[in-house]
């Protein structure tokens, strides 16, 4: 063929126009189907072939240097490196070690120190407090510590209702998630609501008072606001009790360190008169069972032998420790809720003065020293001896709440070891099974 004969695509071409080139064969609007103009985002997702890639060990043939790692990349994905950009979505870049800058879907969630903790003995120090009256203070319904920061911010000069237990005490309000900011003023730091009680005081008549108390105590729910975490959940009642489990663990290894340091730091310990809750029985028990619980090189440093006789703790000592007394060193403030073993810094240190690390109380034991005219006794509030329990605020966990058993019931320290038994089971070798097993021959 010539090269300068026409090309028959062109003919063909032509041929297809006049064919199919006709209004009849082009498409409408309406005959066109409706196409998706955002494909399902299943479709836009790549398939992934996940793969795990075995390192290969390279060795360079020289003893004195290290061997290489080096890892087979023939594949795009890994699972590794999806697991890692997984990772990288939830916590933060720091966490990581990485350089990414990208934005995070969840920040890294805090820690906070009361999850490190079973108890905390009278040798360690509370935890910061999460502050109620910073400004987007997190929603803690569960947490001991953050009630206890709650409790401590009513004091008896800015709320009136101290007395009223069952109504619009202390407790019940820190569980409903209020802190007290003024005079009888409750806030709530979620949802910035108020709750104001003045003008209680112009009511006479008691009846009349004590029912308008009882129905304003039902406010302390719905006065929060309706997206307010606290008007859905409440803290549970068994956290009040909790925090004294937490903070105060009636054992010999709390007991005993405090016991000491209230001997050493306390002078005139020895002419104290106190009352106790407690019966003869009880404080003898208690008294053998904080004597038992002694190891030199723990509270004593090295330098004191093992078989050495130490001087024996006194009475008052014990009874003050057992109803979570602490000494109160005021030129000291960060050693006052702890017993710092490690430290000497107190070791010539005298006080008169006792406090409470829970509710913060501090008592001076010039009132309630006995003289060799006990008659002539006086101390302020005309009262001659210390209450140990009394002296605790009222929404102190150390305190007993009017129709609750003592606190202290039922420990073991306060019972004779051959008085110990078990209410139910078998016992074979200090060993209680369960009663509730079903009885088998070869069962032992």
Same mark, same amino acid.
Request: hydrophobic share 30%.
């Given at each position: 063929?010539?090269?300068?004969?026409?090309s028959?695509d062109?003919?063909?071409r032509?041929v297809?126009r006049l064919?199919?080139?006709?209004?009849?064969? +082009?498409?409408?609007?309406?005959?066109?189907?409706?196409?998706?103009?955002h494909? $399902?985002l299943?479709?836009l997702?790549?398939?992934i072939?996940?793969?795990?890639?075995?390192s290969?060990i390279?060795?360079?043939?020289?003893d004195?240097e290290?061997?290489?790692?080096v890892?087979s990349t023939?594949?795009?994905?890994?699972?590794?490196?999806?697991?890692? *950009?997984l990772?990288?979505?939830l916590?933060?870049?720091?966490?990581?070690?990485?350089?990414?800058?990208k *934005?995070?879907i969840f920040?890294?969630?805090?820690?906070?120190?009361?999850?490190?903790? =079973?108890i905390i003995? !009278?040798?360690?120090?509370?935890?910061k407090?999460p502050?109620n009256?910073q400004?987007?203070?997190e929603?803690?319904?569960?947490s001991?510590?953050?009630?206890l920061s709650?409790?401590?911010?009513y004091e008896i000069h800015s709320y009136t209702f101290?007395?009223?237990n069952q109504?619009?005490s202390?407790i019940?309000?820190?569980?409903?998630g209020?802190?007290? +900011?003024?005079?009888?003023?409750?806030f709530?730091?979620?949802?910035?609501?108020?709750?104001?009680?003045?003008?209680?005081?112009?009511?006479?008549?008691l009846?009349i008072?004590q029912?308008?108390i009882?129905?304003?105590?039902k406010?302390?729910i719905?006065?929060h606001?309706k997206?307010c $975490?606290?008007?859905?959940r409440?803290?549970?009642d068994?956290?009040?009790?909790?925090l004294?489990?937490?903070l105060? $663990?009636?054992?010999s290894?709390?007991?005993h360190p405090? !016991?000491?340091a209230l001997?050493?730091?306390?002078?005139s310990? *020895?002419?104290l008169?106190?009352? !106790?809750?407690?019966?003869e029985?009880?404080?003898d028990?208690l008294i053998?069972?904080?004597?038992?619980?002694?190891c030199?090189s723990?509270?004593?440093?090295?330098?004191?032998p093992?078989?050495?006789?130490?001087? &024996?703790l006194?009475k008052?000592?014990i009874?003050?420790s057992?109803?979570?007394?602490y &000494?109160?060193f005021?030129?000291?403030?960060s050693?006052?809720?702890h017993i710092d073993q490690?430290s000497n810094?107190?070791s010539?240190?005298?006080?008169?003065?006792?406090h409470?690390?829970?509710?913060?109380?501090?008592?001076?034991?010039?009132s309630?020293?006995q003289?060799?005219?006990n008659d002539q006794?006086? !101390?302020?509030g005309g009262?001659?001896e210390?209450?140990?329990?009394? *002296?605790h605020l009222?929404w102190c966990p150390l305190?007993v709440?009017?129709g609750?058993k003592n606190?202290w019931?039922?420990?073991?320290?306060l019972?004779?070891k051959n008085q110990?038994?078990f209410e139910? =089971?078998l016992?074979?070798d200090?060993?209680? +099974?369960s009663?509730?097993?079903e009885?088998?021959?070869?069962?032992?």
């Amino acid at each position: 063929m010539s090269s300068d004969a026409s090309s028959p695509d062109e003919d063909l071409r032509d041929v297809f126009r006049l064919l199919y080139a006709d209004e009849e064969w +082009t498409f409408t609007s309406d005959d066109e189907d409706q196409e998706e103009k955002h494909p $399902p985002l299943n479709s836009l997702i790549p398939e992934i072939d996940l793969s795990t890639v075995e390192s290969q060990i390279i060795g360079t043939g020289h003893d004195d240097e290290e061997d290489t790692e080096v890892i087979s990349t023939k594949e795009k994905y890994t699972r590794k490196r999806f697991l890692d *950009a997984l990772d990288s979505l939830l916590y933060s870049p720091s966490s990581l070690g990485g350089t990414n800058k990208k *934005a995070r879907i969840f920040p890294l969630p805090k820690k906070h120190d009361e999850g490190n903790h =079973g108890i905390i003995l !009278s040798t360690q120090p509370i935890p910061k407090l999460p502050n109620n009256r910073q400004y987007g203070q997190e929603y803690l319904p569960f947490s001991p510590l953050s009630l206890l920061s709650r409790l401590r911010s009513y004091e008896i000069h800015s709320y009136t209702f101290f007395d009223q237990n069952q109504y619009l005490s202390p407790i019940k309000s820190s569980l409903n998630g209020w802190i007290n +900011t003024k005079k009888d003023n409750l806030f709530c730091n979620s949802c910035k609501s108020n709750v104001n009680f003045n003008g209680l005081d112009e009511i006479k008549d008691l009846k009349i008072k004590q029912e308008v108390i009882r129905r304003l105590s039902k406010n302390l729910i719905s006065s929060h606001k309706k997206d307010c $975490p606290w008007r859905i959940r409440k803290s549970p009642d068994e956290l009040y009790h909790q925090l004294r489990n937490l903070l105060h $663990p009636l054992i010999s290894s709390n007991l005993h360190p405090l !016991s000491a340091a209230l001997d050493k730091s306390i002078p005139s310990i *020895a002419s104290l008169s106190l009352k !106790s809750s407690l019966n003869e029985t009880e404080e003898d028990c208690l008294i053998r069972s904080v004597q038992q619980h002694y190891c030199p090189s723990t509270f004593f440093g090295d330098d004191i032998p093992v078989n050495s006789n130490p001087k &024996p703790l006194s009475k008052q000592s014990i009874l003050l420790s057992f109803f979570g007394w602490y &000494p109160y060193f005021p030129n000291s403030l960060s050693n006052s809720d702890h017993i710092d073993q490690n430290s000497n810094s107190n070791s010539n240190g005298r006080t008169e003065i006792i406090h409470c690390r829970i509710c913060k109380r501090r008592l001076g034991l010039w009132s309630f020293l006995q003289t060799q005219n006990n008659d002539q006794t006086k !101390s302020v509030g005309g009262e001659k001896e210390l209450d140990l329990v009394g *002296a605790h605020l009222s929404w102190c966990p150390l305190n007993v709440l009017p129709g609750e058993k003592n606190w202290w019931e039922g420990t073991l320290l306060l019972r004779e070891k051959n008085q110990i038994s078990f209410e139910k =089971g078998l016992v074979k070798d200090w060993v209680k +099974t369960s009663d509730k097993l079903e009885k088998k021959p070869w069962r032992k």
